[in-house]
């Protein structure tokens, strides 16, 4: 069984911090389907922020820790219903010629020129794969690494926990994987190595990114933005619909109490309002300031941020 990918430096014995920066240093499975715009977690702004190191390690999930505790499982049970047999790759890998194209994948098939992509789950998941259907973003994850190894086969092997597990096949396909290669390459040379962010999202994370990158103005400093009239127009007519919405809920809310009066719950077909006696806890900050002075000033914590506003010109 051959394969055209060069063998990097060896898993097993890579400590956590230098795995992080080996993916770093190029384009890895996981990039592949928000590169292209398929995957609904992660956009493109995200995995520039990620290779260029602008934040912070992710937060290790409980579905992130289920993926890797059940993976082993995934790959016994595909050989079980299979009849094949798989092994690991101990090694990074990366494409013989683009070498920014690289692969950590779960499992390889023995005596295939074919890999085994290990997924776990929820059974909230509804994806059709017992008819057949691979989510876009697992398609885009398996074809990346068929570029990486040369092999014209993928398989998928899906636990829906509590529910079921499903076998899938994915062949190469030439136009797929042209157009995959095309947009990983552009987005690792145009934006990647020329230190050019792509249009950023709405995510929390893009926001944190984007403070990291450009954490403090310059007095003064006057950029010209008539290129973005239409994105600020928008903006501000968002912001109205905001303003508009949050008045409307506000009277809906009201319009409720009004009805419930000293009730706590209240119910409708289908709907259940409760308006129940709740409490808070928190410092009394202006008390603290004047009968504890020293104490206010030892724990006073200053921040500093950008403050952004739009607004128009009278």
């Known amino acids: 069984m051959s394969m055209g990918a060069l063998r990097l430096a060896k898993t097993g014995a890579i400590s956590r911090p230098a795995w992080l920066e080996s993916r770093r240093r190029g384009i890895g499975g996981s990039d592949a389907a928000a590169i292209v715009g398929l995957n609904p977690y992660v956009s493109p702004f995200q995995v520039y922020c990620d290779k260029m190191g602008l934040l912070p390690e992710k937060e290790d999930t409980e579905a992130m820790r289920q993926g890797r505790d059940f993976e082993g499982y995934v790959a ?133 990114a984007l403070s990291k990158l450009y954490p403090n103005s310059s007095p003064g400093a006057a950029v010209n933005l008539c290129a973005k009239e239409k994105e600020i127009r928008r903006l501000l007519d968002v912001k109205a619909d905001i303003k508009g919405l949050e008045a409307e809920k506000a009277r809906l809310e009201n319009v409720l109490k009004a009805e419930l009066k000293e009730g706590e719950t209240g119910v409708a077909q289908g709907y259940v309002v409760e308006w129940k006696n709740a409490s808070r806890k928190g410092v009394d900050e202006k008390r603290l300031k004047d009968g504890r002075p020293d104490v206010y000033r030892e724990f006073l914590k200053e921040t500093s941020y950008r403050k952004f506003t739009v607004k128009e010109m009278g």
């Open 76 to 208: 016994r049970r595909f050989m079980e219903s299979t009849g094949k047999k798989v092994r690991r790759e101990n090694y990074v890998l990366a494409h013989p010629e683009r070498d920014f194209l690289i692969a950590n994948v779960d499992r390889l098939v023995v005596g295939e020129r074919a890999g085994l992509e290990c997924k776990t789950t929820s059974v909230y998941n509804r994806t059709d794969f017992e008819g057949g259907d691979v989510p876009p973003q697992y398609y885009a994850q398996c074809l990346h690494y068929m570029l990486v190894t040369g092999f014209p086969k993928w398989y998928l092997a899906v636990l829906v926990l509590n529910k079921g597990f499903h076998v899938l096949e994915m062949d190469w396909h030439e136009a797929d994987a042209a157009a995959l290669l095309n947009a990983e390459a552009a987005f690792w040379e145009n934006h990647v190595l020329k230190g050019v962010p792509p249009e950023p999202d709405g995510t929390p994370r893009a926001g944190e």
